[in-house]
């Protein structure tokens, strides 16, 4: 079966510290993008940074970017300079080709404190 | 413009009966997908529309729950005989075109069975 693994529930950050969020994903398809998704208890998910796996080259996205180890097959999401807002939910996910469904993880919980 | 918009934000019901749930997507997006996420966890896939069909129904748990978008924009997810298994927030999420992969999420409808 295809996975999305979040290992850390939940994790948390002083404001203006950075953090990183772990993900490990399993898929034999070479031809597949990677995501990160953020909800905030409005529910809504809303992208913060996308990769896809051709690309070695890591995606950034002002303070948030991603270390992609395509071999070891991790997604990791590291947010500089936190801030009170970024605290939500994360989903890491991935999709196979294009116009195709999102796998996700279980999400981590990221508190930004004082 | 506009994001995908989803109504009702909320649903209560009594078990056994029977519930729509709409979607609209962005304009002009021809693919559209439902999802449903469980306390707790990531969101799962239910169907995937590109256009008037679906082309992959694989995620839906069983034949209590179908989809239709019978004028290749707005959808609705019809559940039969609710049960209580069947809480939880049922997500939408659209994308421009088949060769688009990044699906915008709307902020979904949030299902409780008694």
């Known amino acids: 079966a295809q996975t999305v693994t979040q290992s850390q529930p939940e994790m948390s950050v002083q404001e203006a510290e950075t953090v990183t969020l772990s993900c490990t994903y399993d898929?034999?398809?070479?031809?597949?993008?990677l995501f990160w998704y953020k909800q905030p208890p409005s529910r809504q998910m809303i992208l913060v940074i996308r990769?896809?796996?051709?690309?070695?080259q890591n995606a950034t996205e002002n303070r948030f970017s991603v270390n992609f180890q395509k071999a070891a097959k991790s997604f990791s999401l590291k947010i500089s300079d936190s801030q009170l807002g970024d605290a939500a939910m994360y989903f890491c996910a991935y999709t196979i080709g294009t116009a195709s469904k999102l796998t996700f993880g279980t999400g981590t919980r990221l508190q930004v404190t004082l | 413009g506009a994001g995908v918009s989803q109504t009702p934000s909320n649903k209560v019901t009594e078990k056994g009966k029977y519930v729509e749930l709409r979607c609209d997507p962005i304009s002009g997006h021809t693919a559209l997908y439902w999802y449903r996420q469980s306390l707790g966890q990531g969101p799962e896939f239910l169907i995937y529309?590109?256009?008037?069909?679906?082309?992959?129904d694989s995620g839906l748990p069983n034949d209590r729950f179908f989809a239709v978008r019978p004028e290749g924009s707005v959808s609705t997810l019809k559940i039969q005989r609710t049960e209580r298994g069947d809480s939880a927030v049922y997500l939408c999420a659209s994308s421009s075109n088949p060769r688009e992969e990044t699906q915008y999420f709307g902020p979904g409808t949030r299902l409780l069975v008694l």
């Open positions: 898929t034999s398809e070479s031809d597949y993008y």
């Open positions: 990769q896809e796996a051709y690309k070695q």
């Open positions: 529309f590109q256009g008037t069909g679906a082309a992959d």
